[in-house]
């Protein structure tokens, strides 16, 4: 399974962009503001979003959310990177939200959208695929 993140409005202090799985539109994200990281002194903790590029995806369970998550993994200068839901940018703490784009840093619809990607995920996982997440 290949999830995409195409990123859409870069703006000051948020990123939105769309999710797609196997080429199918699946919901809108909503993630920290992009900034370039060469080493960890570029990155500003809780408000970057993680580089584009493209890592592997496991499910596996979120001590802080007491849940079964996607979890992103081998990210350069992060730990700990999920998949979950919120609703504004002061959420995603360098991880990515799922939902509905309403405006600004802000996202509707993340509890349904997660539920949405979260099943798929599990599904692929189950018929025993591999899950990369690829992020423009």
Known sequence: M???IKRITLADEYTVGNMFIDGNYICDTLEDKVRPITSINDKVYGRTAIPAGTYTVVMDY???FKCLLPHILD???FSG???HSGNEVEDTNGCILVGTYY???YITNSK???KKVVDLISKAINSGQKITITIE
């Open 2 to 4: 290949e999830i995409k």
């Open 62 to 64: 979120s001590s802080h």
């Open 75 to 77: 990210v350069p200068f």
């Open 112 to 114: 349904d959208a997660l």
């Open 81 to 83: 990177i999920r998949i």
């Open 103 to 105: 405006r600004g840093g």
